[in-house]
């Protein structure tokens, strides 16, 4: 009796990575079959229903900090008529520009915004599905979708007025673009390779980085086209000409990024592509003490980066990013071996589950907002990141998940991740930077888990046990807080912010210093050596001390002298607080021009505070009071006077301190000769000293 022909392993169906011919086509049923589209809708809007619904009385869903508040400034400068950035793009212009045209339409309102940010993130799990479907099994895809839709990090970027769901949505697009245009029937279809470039393009004016994906995705299709066998014709799509798909995937990119190029080159007569933040990203990835998950923070470290860009030569934007790329260049190459195990270090956080804050923590709105989708506990990247490096070493290591013969979407989808990982690398690691990854990652981690449950189940124990092995070491490997990122002292920031937030007051709720207070106090005792937070500090009690300072001033005009005393007493006890803070901040950084400044500020008011109480003693005929008053105004006026000139040696372009130096000069030359010390001061002066 003769045994019926086994089929060929070729064309047998991959129960989880989809059909086994190497240029598959459309899969049955579409890209989007409706049942699957609103089980991924669904999903999705619920999380994002009570991601809303609990974020909502955050101060942080009202007022964007860090970077979201850079791109709303710049957005109600653009609706307000007026010049945001004169020199060539510092940050990329994508999202303000869209964010200035919510502003015109909703008014300056977050809440359109988010809104509209929650449909692009309902919208990219859709594109999650269709790129599965045409790489991975239905079942694959499916499951795919839904993990990304459930995902937290997405909503947390979803209600900031970031750049990320945006960016993300429209290289996803790009990818799905990519993929049917590589696996049409026929042929490679150009159509699809030139819309997918000017996706790519538009997501790279949010997001630079995105420019790796062009040429490294054009390199790619020429190769592949250039490869002999059967795949050659259609991939080409053209005969002899394998060049033709990678062009019109570089050619789309350029003419979408091309307007913002050539405003780059009219008005800082430099070649930007889109923005010059290279220099400092890579600064920031390099630095002494880089930590391989900070940027460099908007406070006294950016001042000082401006200030040696400044004494380098370098006046404009594109300047200074020239000229910080080479001093990075200039660290990698003094110490190469620091240089690699940065990147290596990075290489470990990135695929790991403990995120570095970036903008506002993760970890702290859990923590101290109620977020609670943001906690260690709900589904994200602890659990997901090691079931998709499983289905990343499945897909290379055919074997260990079953896999069939790798196609030329398979190819797409790990090339696209590998270039956005490794673009990530010179630079420093963030959810932010990882966003744009998430969705591929998602379609892993369900290929590794049905890969894994389907070797379980067919009774493959060598497979299965070598698929639970790696399973194990990933999550082991992105569990384990290698590098400390998850400690209390990455929340002092946050505080910060929160703080400031709260002494301005949102929402219609009134200012609440003393609640800011409180919270600056939290930031200053989890980090004190930051000065940052200790200059902020001291900043919120001179605003304090403001308001009695005015009632000072207009009780001394009212001749209102034991007023005039109390107040200053009042204000006295809280300028002599900030200061404090202050001496601390330049303790911490002496190059810090604006807490010298701010310091010779507090001794400022003193002086006027002990000039005002010299005049009221005189009035009285006191002489004793009014000479010990004199000499104390002396005193403070000289402080100022040299906090001021230690700010202006650093900074001799400062107006505010040259402004208010010389009203140290004229506070001294005013005062009443009721002491030698005063005489010798006022002469000095007018020696010209």
Same mark, same amino acid.
């Given at each position: 009796m003769s045994?019926?022909?086994?089929?060929?392993?070729?064309?047998?169906?991959?129960?989880?990575?989809?059909p086994s011919t190497p240029d598959a086509g459309y899969p049955p049923g579409g890209l989007f079959p409706r049942h699957q589209v609103i089980a991924v809708v669904a999903a999705a809007l619920a999380l994002r229903l009570v991601y809303f619904l609990i974020y909502r009385d955050s101060p942080f869903y009202h007022i964007p900090v860090v970077d979201a508040s850079t791109f709303n400034l710049w957005a109600k400068a653009i609706v307000a008529g007026q010049q945001f950035q004169p020199d060539v793009f510092f940050k990329p212009p994508l999202y303000p520009y869209l964010l200035a045209a919510s502003y015109r339409i909703f008014g300056p309102d977050v809440t359109p915004v988010y809104l509209l940010q929650a449909t692009l993130g309902v919208s !990219?799990?859709?594109?999650?599905?269709?790129?599965?479907?045409?790489? @991975?099994?239905?079942?694959?895809?499916? !499951?795919?979708?839904?993990?990304?839709?459930?995902?937290?990090?997405?909503? @947390?970027? #979803?209600?900031?007025?970031?750049? #990320?769901? /945006?960016?993300?949505?429209?290289?996803?697009?790009?990818?799905l673009l990519l993929l049917v245009g590589v696996c049409r029937r026929g042929g490679v279809s150009g159509r699809y390779l030139l819309l997918a470039g000017v996706a790519l393009g538009i997501a790279a004016l949010g997001r630079p980085n995105l420019l790796i994906l062009p040429p490294v995705l054009a390199?790619?299709?020429?190769?592949?086209?250039?490869?002999?066998? =059967?795949?050659? +014709?259609?991939?080409?799509?053209?005969?002899?000409?394998?060049?033709?798909?990678?062009?019109?995937?570089l050619l789309g990119a350029v003419v979408a990024i091309a307007p913002v190029t050539l405003r780059n080159a009219r008005v800082g007569k430099a /070649?930007?592509?889109?923005?010059?933040?290279?220099?400092?990203?890579?600064?920031?990835?390099?630095?002494?003490?880089?930590?391989?998950?900070?940027?460099? +923070?908007?406070?006294?470290?950016?001042?000082?980066?401006?200030? +040696?860009?400044?004494?380098?030569?370098?006046? =404009? !934007?594109?300047? =200074?990013?020239? @000229?910080? !790329?080479?001093?990075?260049?200039? +660290?990698?190459?003094?110490?190469?071996?620091?240089?690699?195990?940065?990147?290596?270090?990075?290489?470990?956080?990135?695929?790991?589950?403990? #995120?570095?804050?970036?903008?506002?923590g993760a970890a702290f709105l859990a923590r101290e907002q109620g977020l609670f989708l943001l906690g260690r506990w709900w589904p994200g990247f602890w659990l997901i990141g090691p079931f998709a490096l499983l289905g990343i070493v499945g897909t290379l290591w055919r074997r260990l998940l079953d896999r069939p013969r790798g196609t030329a979407q398979q190819e797409v989808l790990l090339l696209y991740l590998a270039a956005l990982a490794v673009v990530v690398l010179p630079f420093f690691v963030?959810?932010? @930077?990882?966003?744009?990854?998430?969705?591929v990652l998602a379609l892993y981690a369900s290929y590794g888990f049905w890969g894994l449950a389907v070797q379980l189940r067919t009774g493959g124990v060598r497979g299965g046990a070598a698929a639970a092995a790696v399973l194990f070491v990933a999550f082991v490997g992105v569990n384990v807080d290698w590098f400390g990122l998850n400690q209390q002292v990455t929340t002092a920031r946050d505080e910060m912010n929160l703080a400031v937030i709260l002494a301005q007051g949102y929402d219609g709720q009134p200012p609440d210093p003393a609640a800011a207070d409180q919270h600056f106090a939290r930031a200053v005792q989890i980090d004190p050596n930051d000065a940052d937070i200790v200059d902020r500090r001291g900043l919120l009690i001179l605003t304090q001390a403001i308001p009695l300072i005015e009632q000072a001033e207009a009780a001394e005009r009212l001749g209102q002298g034991e007023q005039m005393l109390q107040y200053d007493r009042e204000a006295g006890s809280l300028i002599e607080a900030a200061s404090a803070q202050h001496r601390q901040a330049v303790r911490l950084f002496p190059r810090s021009f604006r807490s010298y400044t701010s310091l010779g500020d507090c001794y400022l008011w003193l002086a006027e505070a002990a000039t005002r109480q010299t005049d009221l003693a005189l009035a009285h005929a006191d002489g004793v009071v009014a000479r010990e008053?004199?000499?104390?105004?002396?005193?403070?006026?000289?402080?100022?006077?040299?906090?001021?000139?230690?700010?202006?040696?650093?900074?001799?372009?400062?107006?505010?301190?040259?402004?208010?130096?010389?009203?140290?000069?004229?506070?001294i030359l005013a005062l009443p000769l009721l002491d030698a010390a005063i005489v010798t001061s006022q002469a000095r002066f007018k020696d010209g000293d």
């Open positions: 045994k019926r022909p086994a089929k060929p392993a070729a064309s047998r169906p991959d129960p989880v990575g989809g !990219t799990s859709l594109l999650v599905l269709g790129c599965g479907r045409l790489v @991975f099994s239905a079942r694959t895809a499916l !499951t795919g979708a839904l993990v990304y839709a459930l995902l937290p990090v997405p909503p @947390f970027f #979803e209600f900031q007025l970031l750049a #990320e769901s /945006l960016t993300t949505l429209l290289a996803l697009l790009a990818l390199a790619w299709l020429y190769l592949r086209a250039r490869w002999p066998g =059967s795949n050659r +014709q259609a991939l080409a799509g053209a005969g002899d000409r394998p060049w033709r798909p990678a062009l019109l995937l /070649l930007v592509p889109v923005s010059a933040n290279l220099g400092v990203n890579l600064w920031a990835g390099i630095r002494p003490g880089a930590d391989g998950v900070s940027p460099v +923070q908007i406070g006294v470290a950016w001042d000082d980066l401006q200030l +040696q860009c400044a004494a380098a030569g370098a006046q =404009s !934007t594109a300047a =200074s990013s020239r @000229f910080l !790329t080479r001093q990075s260049l200039k +660290q990698a190459g003094a110490d190469p071996l620091r240089a690699v195990g940065l990147v290596g270090k990075k290489a470990v956080i990135l695929v790991g589950a403990h #995120e570095g804050r970036n903008n506002i963030n959810a932010r @930077f990882r966003m744009p990854l998430l969705p008053s004199a000499l104390a105004a002396l005193g403070r006026y000289e402080s100022a006077g040299a906090a001021y000139d230690r700010a202006l040696r650093i900074k001799p372009d400062y107006r505010w301190a040259q402004t208010n130096i010389v009203l140290c000069r004229d506070g």
